[in-house]
């Protein structure tokens, strides 16, 4: 068991430095993008994103759903967060730049521990938020936190698995509470649909845009009861 801990612990060690070392050939300003964009940028892009998403979505029939994805989306990274804290505190791994020498840091201060990564964790959970409300804009989602975990490892602030850890986090709190989330966030969506607010879930002149029936504002789980009433009623 040992020596497969020390292999897996050898093999995250390696893609660090192979990762990391590709800092050292670059041009200092292409360190310097790569850094912003993994600390600020990527994030800044999944926000500009899920807006362009919810842009879209407005002009589906099913609005509600696109809507109450991406309202979702935000709320599960907060959450995954929270979840990672005691898991940090837990763990207790270092920054790699504390153990191994010879690493690019191109963010220093970082005095925090590192399992798992925070960005990792947020990203994905807003890139599988945003696939649940529309699959095309959650693919370029979830590629965009692919793309923020080759940048925390790039910039030697973490290992390979703080941000598989930080995937596996993100995915699964997003995954795993989508069912109850969705519950308890339809109603509410569905009755901003049929306010005066109603442009932020559905664009006017889009299918649905005119009213929304009481059984809409009810949820779905009331219409199935309706119907099976009114299969007693024909039985009868």
Not at 95 to 106: A, I
Not at 117 to 128: C, E, I, N, P, Q
Not at 184 to 195: I, K, R, W, Y
Not at 219 to 236: E, H, V
Request: net charge negative; glycine share 12%.
């Amino acid at each position: 068991m040992a020596g497969v801990e020390s292999a897996g612990s050898a093999l995250d060690t390696n893609l660090l430095y192979d990762i990391n070392g590709l800092a050292a050939d670059a041009p200092h300003w292409f360190d310097r993008v790569v850094e912003w964009v993994g600390e600020y940028g990527i994030l800044a892009g999944l926000a500009l994103l899920m807006l362009w998403c919810w842009w879209g979505v407005r002009k589906r029939a099913d609005a509600v759903g696109g809507v109450v994805g991406l309202v979702w989306a935000p709320l599960a990274a907060g959450i995954a967060l929270i979840v990672n804290i005691p898991i940090r505190e837990l763990v207790e791994r270092p920054r790699p730049f504390l153990d191994h020498q010879g690493l690019e840091v191109l963010v220093a201060g970082k005095t925090d521990y590192s399992f798992v990564s925070d960005h990792s964790t947020m990203a994905m959970a807003l890139g599988v938020g945003i696939f649940i409300a529309n699959r095309k804009f959650g693919f370029a989602g979830i590629g965009l936190a692919l793309l923020e975990g080759f940048c925390r490892v790039y910039m030697g602030v973490h290992y390979p698995t703080d941000v598989i850890g930080g995937f596996a986090l993100g995915t699964a709190v997003t995954l795993l509470l989508a069912p109850l989330a969705m519950a308890l966030l339809t109603p509410v969506v569905t009755a901003v649909g049929a306010s005066r607010a109603g442009w932020l879930v559905r664009r006017k002149g889009a299918p649905g845009a005119a009213a929304l029936s009481e059984a809409d504002i009810a949820g779905p789980y009331a219409r199935r009861s309706d119907a099976r009433g009114d299969d007693r009623d024909l039985a009868a």
